[in-house]
Nanobody, 118 residues
């Protein structure tokens, strides 16, 4: 069955960096564009942060991520990564990776908490 596991979050100070990882299984990963989302508070909508196409040849960042975040994927390992630099307190959120085909079934991973605070 589908399984998505996000990791790499933590508590960092403003200006620092983190690298998030997403391990996917149970579906044909290389056939899907993958997205990173973030949810700033329980009950709030998950905001799209970045989309990377299935081959990685096209990437679209939300304005809030441009110039600071870098996404990549490894289809040999069914992994997606999000390198976040120059982190700001407003980046504090739970970060999820997913793809519409999967989340429309109601499935989300547990996410990984990123807290940016001095």
């Amino acid at each position: 069955q589908v399984r998505i596991v996000e990791s790499g979050g933590g508590l960092v100070q403003p200006g620092e960096s983190l690298r998030l990882s997403c391990a996917a299984s149970g579906f044909s990963f290389s056939n899907y564009d993958m997205n990173w989302y973030r949810q700033k508070a329980p009950g709030k909508e998950r905001d799209l942060v970045v989309t990377i196409t299935r081959t990685g040849d096209s990437i679209n960042y939300a304005d809030s991520a441009k110039g600071r975040f870098f996404v990549s994927r490894d289809n040999t390992k069914n992994m997606v990564y999000l390198r976040m630099s120059s982190l700001k307190p407003e980046d504090t959120a739970v970060y999820y990776c997913n793809t519409p085909t999967i989340w429309r079934t109601g499935y989300w991973g547990q996410g990984t908490q990123v807290t940016v605070s001095s």
